[in-house]
């Protein structure tokens, strides 16, 4: 019964067991539980059946001793006291004689009643056990592997960027940085560093198995500030006929340039900025700006779309370290447009080239008034990111999930998937979000910055300058959607990346949060297509979890319990009143049981069972069937079967409704 509680018990704090004993651990990893609860069953079984045994023969000398019986059933019961298979047949020797039924209202005989009870009960112990144990996440213990982590020089990769959606919101892991990015006074928006360690398991099941994971991992870093731009530009005006519709679309372009100076002394930034390392020269952009559908639909009045104007042509490794500001020269540039226009307000400026109004700084955009409550809004922001290979340390102490994204026509629900990724500032720990914490992060002393040549960094930057290219690539003035019901004239970009960038743009109005979110979603996307051509192996060290077989609540163990607290409870009072009633009875001996049933009162009747049954002994005594008891001769010392008095035994509540009813056959 200790080892059962132990197996149900030792857990933990925690039902994952992760705080559990090597030991019992180890049992339940082993997938052996089953067995084991068979196995203590039959135990338990046998020893609670071998005690009742034993208990039989004490209840059978204490009622010899004690209690007047019918002398038809001294035989057995005197037998009892060496031998006996269990309560069943002595009670059904007491049962089996009406004058002697009495007998179960003595406390011996009703504790062996409850014995057998007990005993027929713990039948069924295994089936009570069973229904206990369920299959639950198990960790496991800490182990070390290889895992593909790296390409080979031989490997081509091709990857799906902004067109497909992820394949997996795929599980990561996170410092905690408890940024706002709220704007400061002159409009700057800073998200600071983000650090975003990828797990190199393609399997979703893998991943969502991990408690730990100790090693080298794949590390995108990034840093997106937002400011209000110093703009120069027009807007024009576009209609495209839907073909097979009878609606078109409207929409247009802002074309201009990004005066960088100005744009940065509005910001503030310009005493602080090196001018080796700050943007300097004035970036031309022609990027289009969308239609929302309002007017047939109203599920997003306010649309949004970011537009890659600059293309330099990439090094072969990162140029961006992680003490530089995101504005330097290592930096992409996004601009971020936002507008309430529809096909009306589009339509109603004609084949004209309109020069952008009066504009006002609102936080971190730019916003340009067209009258008649028009507007469009638009930032400027630096992005800069580079993926190293770091040695990492992530753990977590719950069981992780990676989300979903539900659809519903035009509806996404995107709450769960933008928390995931850290784009509600509000909400960062870690375990809110169920994500990985990042206990550390080393980064490697021989990383190369801006190498130009393969010759010139080590084989592992192949693969992270591989992921860095493909995250950064679009061709210049590339606009992307940041909307699901809008038009414009976009590249193709994937509903998911489109829908989280528009919802947090609304719910946070931080264009730097929304492009932080949706580029980390790109490199992790490309990160897991990647993994199928990781071919280098590179040793590292995890704990998982896995489903097993373990108790999953306390009831049928309760139950067991009970009974076997009641078996006993049992025994120990049958066994003190065997020691303090018993004077006569040697249990577990033959040849004294025998000779102490061999008297007078007996000897007629074991004359003539010689050669009969018991069924023909039983009938002769009907007529002649006197109470005895085993009692101490007082003219020769000897332990015998004697006549007793045959009321001297029954209980007060019986020889009281005796007296009634014989008082009533004699009225009669």
């Known amino acids: 019964m200790g080892f059962l509680i132990f197996l149900w018990t030792g857990q933990g704090a925690t039902s994952d067991g992760q705080y559990a004993s090597h030991a019992w651990r180890s ?133 799906v ?11 990561f892991g996170e410092p905690y940085t408890g940024y706002s990015a709220n704007p400061n006074s002159l409009g700057l928006s800073d998200t600071g560093i983000k650090r975003h360690v990828m797990i190199p398991f393609a399997n979703s099941g893998d991943r969502t198995a991990l408690r730990s994971y100790r090693g080298p991992s794949l590390v995108l870093s990034s840093r997106v500030a937002c400011m209000p731009p110093a703009v120069s530009g027009e807007v024009r005006f576009t209609n495209v006929a839907l073909s097979g519709s009878p609606l078109d679309q409207n929409y247009g ?115 340009f008034d067209f009258g008649l409550d028009r507007i469009i809004n638009m930032t400027v922001c630096f992005k800069s990111m580079n993926v190293m290979l770091s040695n990492v340390s992530l753990s977590t102490e719950k069981d992780l999930a990676e989300p979903g994204i539900g659809h519903n026509g035009t509806i996404s629900d995107t709450d769960g998937i933008r928390l995931f990724y850290g784009a509600q500032p509000n909400a960062q720990n870690s375990s809110e979000r169920g994500i990985f914490t990042v206990e550390d992060i080393h980064d490697r002393d021989d990383f190369v910055y801006g190498a130009t040549n393969h010759g010139q960094f080590p084989l592992y930057e192949e693969t992270t300058s591989t992921i860095e290219y493909f995250g950064e690539y679009t061709k210049p003035n590339t606009t992307l959607a940041g909307c699901i019901s809008c038009a414009c004239d976009t590249v193709a970009c994937a509903r998911e990346y489109s829908k989280v960038f528009s919802d947090t743009i609304l719910a946070t109005r931080r264009a730097s949060v929304a492009i932080q979110t949706v580029y980390t979603m790109l490199v992790q996307s490309i990160h897991d297509q990647f993994i199928g ?8 060290e995890t704990v998982e979890t896995a489903f097993v077989i373990v108790p999953t609540r306390c009831v049928g163990l309760s139950w067991v319990a009970a009974l076997v607290l009641v078996n006993l409870a049992c025994i120990l009072v049958i066994t003190a009143l065997y020691l303090r009633h018993s004077r006569y009875t040697l249990v577990d001996n033959f040849w004294h049981v025998i000779s102490q049933t061999v008297s007078d009162a007996t000897a007629q009747s074991l004359d003539h069972s010689n050669r009969s049954k018991d069924k023909d002994i039983f009938d002769r005594l009907k007529t002649e069937d006197y109470f005895v008891r085993l009692q101490n001769l007082v003219d020769t010392g000897e332990i015998k079967i004697a006549m007793a008095n045959s009321n001297s035994d029954i209980p007060s509540v019986i020889r009281w409704y005796r007296q009634c009813l014989q008082a009533l056959r004699g009225k009669k």
């Open 253 to 367: 372009y802002m074309t201009g340039r990004v005066i960088y100076n100005e744009t940065f002394s509005g910001a503030g930034i310009l005493d602080t900025c090196n001018s080796d390392e700050c943007l300097s020269d004035d970036i031309p952009f022609d990027c289009s700006v969308p239609m929302n559908y309002r007017g047939y639909t109203d599920t997003e009045p306010i649309v949004h779309t970011f537009c890659r104007p600059q293309w330099d042509g990439q090094f072969l490794s990162s140029r961006w370290h992680l003490n530089q500001d995101p504005w330097t020269s290592s930096a992409t540039v996004v601009l971020v447009f936002s507008t309430n226009f529809n096909y009306d307000d589009w339509e109603s400026l004609g084949n004209t080239t309109v020069q952008l109004p009066r504009s006002e700084v609102q936080e971190e955009w730019r916003s």
């Open 161 to 171: 960027g902004w067109g497909n959606p992820p394949r997996d919101f795929s599980l």
């Open 533 to 540: 051509y990781f071919s280098i192996l590179l040793p590292v």
């Open 27 to 159: 049992l339940m990893l082993s997938g052996q539980l089953p067995q084991l609860v068979t196995l203590s069953s039959v135990l338990l079984r046998f020893s609670m059946g071998a005690q009742t045994t034993i208990c039989t023969s004490l209840v059978a000398a204490l009622i010899l001793e004690r209690r007047s019986i019918a002398l038809s059933r001294v035989a057995p019961l005197s037998i009892f006291r060496s031998v006996n298979s269990g309560p069943r047949i002595l009670i059904q020797q007491i049962l089996g004689e009406k004058h002697s039924r009495y007998l179960l209202l003595h406390p011996e005989v009703l504790l062996l009643v409850v014995l057998a009870l007990g005993n027929i009960a713990m039948q069924f112990s295994s089936t009570i056990l069973f229904s206990d144990l369920q299959s639950r996440l198990l960790v496991k213990f800490s182990q070390k592997i290889q895992i593909s982590l790296l390409q080979s020089n031989d490997s081509v990769a091709s990857f």
